[in-house]
């Protein structure tokens, strides 16, 4: 037997987690500053909750739901994004009724979406997103993406374009429904089969379909600019405003529609603009859902969220030359010269731990010469040698690897000596 990890997933290794990690310590230092608060939702729900919310004329819906039957004889699906999941649970908790509105949270978790496998495009990949449940303040949409704006800049990426545009409000679409059959109807044939079908579903998919892209049909829709009411204009004027306050720089784009079914009034994207990015280039995609709530039996509250993958964020990273630089593993190895010295070593070892001081030994055995190798791959900052002589004398020779010093240290002194030169 020869097991392969599935397709459309990856194993993070050792080498690569330590990269998720730092990801997720910034994601969760940013949200606190916005005083957005951590939810935790199950990997996977009633699928008729993606159906009502996601949308049943969706992509996601239709082709990319890891959809089961359970035991007990229920169909779940393993969540292909983590909106519906909070919206599911804002109900259900009653937090329209917490005193503080809006509710502000935030997720960090795995979705499933059977695709095809490409770069930056996994089966199952891990989800950043926040949703703001409980305002319709124009504010608090520039406030979500100047939020995804600050997670990317404190990366360290700046090769970055913010698109923008306005779905509208309902009578705003359902104008614009009207003006894109009319416009698409007589000349459908020349379209693929999932557009054909769109087109009195919902036509608005149409202008996001990755098979026809190119039909000038496309770009010369009615946009959807041209069809907000006042209202909608209003709104999307007063966004557009607090972003220019806030000094974050956008463009709109009128044919901008997003891949889910729940989106109303603002729409965004955040795309690497660097050269060394591959074809898919969105990091980040979201919206207002005024409906939604109610959709799925809740009281009418209006929200605004957006996500992004860790995946994408990594690879816009390396394609800008912003890779994280490798840390420091380790405070301390400990090299033991002869069988004697193990024990000593050990204790001091436990010692150094309790106190706070990342450390470790070798346990294959081996000779100092090897000992020294794995410090020096280790990159530990210190080196303690311990040998016949020094545990005699109730002495470490602690070697400063970065200086390249060596000094005896009594062992009474050394972890007071450490936690010093650590901090310092
Ligand atoms: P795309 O057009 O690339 O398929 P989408 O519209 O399906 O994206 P959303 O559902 O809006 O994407 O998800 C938000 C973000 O999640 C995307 O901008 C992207 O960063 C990330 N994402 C979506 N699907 C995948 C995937 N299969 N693998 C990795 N990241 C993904
Ligand atoms: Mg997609």
Redesign the pocket.
Known sequence: MNFKVPRGTQDILPSESWKWQKVERIINETCDLYRYKEIRTPMFEATELFQRTVGETTD?VQKEMYTFTDRGNRSMTLRP?GTASVVRSFVENKMFGYPDQPIKLYYTGPMF?Y?RQQA????Q?V?FGVEAIGSADPAIDAEVIALAMDVYKRVGLTDLKLVLNSLGDNESRKAHRDALIAHFKSHIEGFCSDCKSRLERNPLRILDCKVDRDNPLIASAPSLADYLNEESASYFTEVKSYLDDAGIPYVVDANLV???DYYNHTAF?IMSTSDGFGA?T????GGRYNGLAEEIGGPSAPGIGF???I??LLLAMEAEGKAFSDESMLDVYIVTLGDEARKPGFKLLQELRVAGIRADMDYTGRKMKAQMKSADRLKAQNVILIGEDEITEGVVQLKNMAEGSQEKVSAAELVKKLQESLIG
Do not use: D, H
Not at 120 to 123: A, L, N, T
Not at 282 to 285: A, E, M, P, Q, R
């Open positions: 996601v994004e979406r695709e930056g495009r996994y089966r990949f989800q997003r891949g889910l994207e898919i969105t990091l980040c995609g996500a992004m993958s995946e994408r």
